[in-house]
């Protein structure tokens, strides 16, 4: 008698699970409260820092990516909520003296990651 043949076991892949945004370098978080547009007094420490780093360094960009909580159909209400907190994170950038051509906002409504939907996430790239 000849045995069957072995089941061929199925392929394997590793994965890795990518790191928090707020871990990520050259990346911060700024968290809102739910609603709000105004520029939660704890991070301007961080934004003081971000300024500092920026004079340093003129290859230096900024993103700012901002989010929002939607409910039902409302994609283009998050939508300007979430360019209101961007907006706030440019402003205060810019009144501590980073030029506007160094810094793109990126108003995009609800988050499509299990990341806080209420947030504006910095993302600092080279030239």
């Known amino acids: 008698m000849v045995a069957p043949p072995p089941a061929a076991a199925p392929p394997q892949t590793a994965a890795l699970t990518p790191p928090a945004v707020a871990q990520r370098r050259g990346e911060a978080r700024i968290a809102f409260p739910a609603g709000g547009t105004e520029l ?34 409302q994609s283009s209400q998050a939508r300007r909520l979430s360019l209101s907190r961007a907006l ?36 600092v790239m080279g030239r």
């Open 88 to 123: 706030a994170v440019r402003a205060y950038l810019i009144d501590k003296g980073v030029r506007s051509t160094r810094l793109d906002v990126r108003a995009l409504g609800q988050p499509q990651d299990d990341g806080p939907a209420d947030r504006v996430d910095i993302v």
């Open 40 to 73: 939660p007094a704890g991070a301007r420490g961080e934004l003081d820092q971000l300024a500092r780093r920026l004079a340093g360094d003129e290859a230096l960009r900024v993103q700012l990516n901002a989010y929002a909580a939607e409910s039902g159909d």
